[in-house]
């Protein structure tokens, strides 16, 4: 089976490990789901635009292997939140990320996104950046090659 253009991994993304903890945290007209997996040091992960946090499925366990706590979150366009009639905005997602991190009560995370995901890591760090620990430079410019 081929999957050049990425339809099947958008719509199915991978399977995600069992998770330490999983919920919801309810925003600004929205439900936001996540889960997180690990202990040590958080480590967010923001899918791009037409995806959902099944797909760091590979990632995830990877980062757990190296002593993280991987958080993944579905943002509120997608997969299993609900979220008002609003127009979707990067801003608002980005306050989305905020209050799970604050529901989560964590102080500051290391960010890694994808696509729309880094477009929200990168607002989050020009806006609260006291409470961004990265934003790691490798995807920043692997996404910057794909355009």
């Known amino acids: 089976m081929h999957d050049d253009e990425l339809f099947q991994f958008e719509a199915e993304g991978t399977t995600l490990p069992a998770a330490v903890a999983q919920g919801y945290v309810e925003h600004e007209g929205a ?52 979220h008002d009639a609003r127009p979707i905005a990067a801003d608002y997602v980005a306050s989305d990320v905020l209050a799970v991190m604050d529901a989560l009560q964590l102080a500051q995370a290391d960010l890694v996104g994808w696509s729309d995901g880094a477009v929200i890591a990168l607002i989050l760090a020009r806006q609260v950046p006291a409470r961004v620990r990265s934003v790691p430079s490798a995807w920043l410019q692997h996404g910057s090659q794909r355009r």
């Open 31 to 82: 439900r936001i789901w996540y889960a997180t997996f690990g202990a040590g040091q958080p480590v967010i992960l923001l899918h791009g635009g037409l995806g959902h946090s099944g797909n760091w499925g590979h990632q995830v366990p990877a980062l757990v292997d190296n002593g993280h706590r991987a958080i993944v979150i579905d943002d509120r366009r997608h997969s299993r939140e609900m």
